[in-house]
C-alpha cells in the first residue's frame, strides 16, 4: 500500500515487507518514507487545518457517522487483515473491530458537545462588573504514533477525538501491522477535505523523531514503549504530549475471592492477543491460603486453550507479532526457571507461537515480573496476606491498571486506595476497558488520558474571551 498525503497516494523506491507471522508469508510492502516526505506531511496537515475548522460541530459528527457505516460494511475484511498482519485469532480481531465502531461512534456523538463555560470574574478581587467565557479551540496538528497490538482501535482512539475536535492529524502507523490502519485512513479521507488525515510509513528513528521535533506539530499522541515515550518527552519541547507506554498490570487475590472467577480472570487477561496487551495480566498476586486450589483451577482452564491457526475460529491462541518476540519471551522464561521459578504447564516456542503457561514459585525480583513481559505467560507470586500483596502490587516502575479478587470490601478499598496504577477494578481484571472511560496510567505507564471525551480535552486549549460590562 501507498502512503496518503494531502489527498495523494505516494510512494518511495525503498519497501518494508508486511509479514503474517503465522507463515511469514509477504501480505504486502509499505513505502519506507523520509524527512521530506514527513514534511510534506506535515505540510499537508497545516495547509488543511482551516478547512476542517470551518466546519460545523454538526457536519464533523455527521462525516464520522458516514465512516462508522463505511466500516460496519467492512467489518469481516478489516478483521481478516487485523489476523493476518497481528497474527491474533478471528473472533479477537472481530472484536476489536466492534470496538473500534464503538469508538468511532464515540468520536461522532463527542463532537456536538465540546462545551466552554462562563467564569464569575466577580468572584475574585476588582471583577464585578466584568462577564467571561472560555472555548475550547483544536490545538492544530496532532501526530498519532500508534502500536502493533491493537493497531486499529488504538489509532482510532488518537485520530477520531482530534477530528471531532477539528484537528488535522498525521499517522505513523506501526511497521509491523500498518495496512488495517492504512485501509481505514482512506475511509476517513472520502469523507473529509485533503490534508486533514495523512499516512506516513517508515522508520520511527527518522519520521518519528522528525514529525516529534517540528515545530509545526502541535502534539504527539504515543503509544508505545518506555524507552521511546521518554525519548518524545525530551524531544518534544513545548507542545502537547500523551504517552501511553508500558504496564506491569497485577492482580491480586485475596483468601476470601471467588476462586472460579479469579481463574476466569487471570485466563482472560493474561493470554489475550497472546499476552499483548499493555494492561494485560503481567503478575498474579495470590495469598498463601488458597494458591494451591488457586493455581490447580488454573492449569485446569489453561489446558483447554487451543493454540493454532489464526483464522480458524476455533483458535483462541494465535501468533506473537514475530519469531523474534516469541524467542524473547521464551529467554525471559528459561532465565526465571533458572532462579528457581517453576513452569506448570506451557512453556514451549514454535515459530512465532508461544504456548499458554503458567509459572509458579516467582519472586518479585525476577526480571519476568519485575519488567513487562509481552507474552501469554501467567507469573504467580505467594503472597501472606493483603498488605504484602500491595507492597508486591506496587514494587513496579509501572501504573496502568489493576484488578483484585476478594468479597471483603474493607479489603477492596484498601486495595484500591493504595495501589499505585491509573485504574483499579474490584473483582475483575485488569484488561477490562470500556472506550469512553478515562484511559492512561501513573509513574512510568504514561502522561495523559485517553477515551473520547478525554481525549478531546487533551487536544484542545482553553480561551477565555471576557466582556468589560461596568
Not at 486450589?293 to 501468533?319: A, C, R, W, Y
Not at 506496587?394 to 495501589?419: H, S
Not at 501513573?442 to 461596568?470: C, H, P, Q, W
Request: proline share 4%; net charge negative; charged share 25%.
Amino acid at each position: 500500500m501507498d502512503m496518503l498525503i494531502g489527498g495523494k497516494h505516494i510512494s518511495s523506491e525503498d519497501k518494508i515487507e508486511v509479514i503474517n507471522p503465522y507463515n511469514d508469508d509477504v501480505i504486502d510492502t509499505i513505502p519506507i518514507a523520509h524527512r521530506q516526505t514527513a514534511q510534506l506531511a506535515i505540510e499537508e496537515a497545516n495547509k488543511a487545518k482551516t478547512s476542517l475548522t470551518e466546519m460545523s460541530a454538526f457536519k464533523i459528527s455527521n462525516k464520522l457517522y458516514n465512516v462508522v457505516s463505511k466500516l460496519k460494511d467492512k467489518r469481516e475484511e478489516f478483521a481478516e487483515s487485523l489476523t493476518l498482519e497481528v497474527g491474533k485469532p478471528i473472533n479477537e480481531s472481530l472484536v476489536e473491530l466492534d470496538r473500534s465502531i464503538e469508538t468511532l461512534k464515540l468520536a461522532a456523538e463527542e463532537a456536538k458537545r465540546i462545551y466552554g463555560e462562563s467564569i464569575p470574574l466577580d468572584a475574585g478581587l476588582n471583577g464585578k462588573g466584568f462577564f467571561a467565557f472560555t472555548q475550547k479551540i483544536p490545538l492544530g496538528v496532532v501526530c498519532a504514533i500508534t502500536p502493533f497490538n491493537y493497531p486499529l482501535n488504538l489509532t482510532i482512539h488518537k485520530i477520531a477525538p482530534a477530528i471531532a475536535c477539528k484537528n488535522t492529524v498525521i499517522v505513523k502507523p506501526p511497521t509491523e501491522a500498518p495496512l488495517t490502519v492504512m485501509k481505514f485512513c482512506e475511509l476517513l479521507n472520502e469523507e473529509f477535505p485533503d490534508g486533514v488525515v495523512n499516512v506516513i510509513t517508515g522508520y520511527g528513528s527518522e519520521i518519528g523523531d522528525y514529525l516529534v521535533c517540528s515545530s509545526d506539530v502541535d502534539k504527539i499522541s504515543f503509544t508505545g514503549s518506555v524507552t521511546t515515550g521518554l525519548m518524545i518527552s525530551q524531544k518534544a519541547g513545548m507542545k502537547k504530549v500523551t504517552l501511553e507506554l508500558g504496564g506491569n498490570d497485577p492482580m491480586i487475590v485475596l483468601n476470601d475471592a471467588d476462586i472460579d472467577k479469579a481463574v476466569k480472570g487471570v485466563i482472560n487477561g493474561a493470554f489475550l492477543n497472546a499476552g499483548q496487551v499493555c494492561m494485560g495480566v503481567k503478575r498474579i498476586i495470590v495469598e498463601e491460603d488458597i494458591a494451591d486450589i488457586f493455581v490447580e483451577k488454573l492449569i485446569n482452564e489453561t489446558q483447554k486453550i487451543i493454540m493454532g491457526n489464526p483464522s480458524d475460529t476455533k483458535t483462541t491462541l494465535g501468533t506473537l507479532i514475530s519469531k523474534k518476540a516469541a524467542i524473547q519471551v521464551e529467554e525471559t522464561v528459561n532465565n526465571a526457571c533458572k532462579s528457581g521459578a517453576k513452569i506448570l504447564i506451557g512453556g514451549e516456542r514454535d515459530g512465532a507461537f508461544y504456548q499458554a503457561t503458567v509459572i509458579d514459585n516467582v519472586t518479585p525480583d525476577m526480571d519476568l515480573v519485575k519488567n513487562e513481559t509481552f507474552g501469554p505467560i501467567a507469573p504467580i507470586i505467594h503472597v501472606h496476606d493483603v498488605d504484602e500483596a500491595i507492597q508486591v502490587a506496587n514494587a513496579t516502575e509501572y501504573g496502568l491498571q489493576a484488578g483484585v479478587f476478594t468479597n471483603d470490601y474493607a479489603k477492596a478499598m484498601k486495595c484500591a486506595n493504595q495501589i499505585e496504577a491509573g485504574t483499579v477494578f474490584i473483582n475483575k481484571q485488569s484488561t477490562f476497558r470500556t472506550d469512553n472511560m478515562p484511559f492512561g496510567g501513573f509513574k512510568n505507564s504514561g502522561v495523559g488520558k485517553e477515551g473520547i471525551k478525554y481525549a478531546v480535552d487533551e487536544m484542545t486549549k482553553t480561551k477565555l474571551i471576557g466582556l468589560n460590562l461596568r
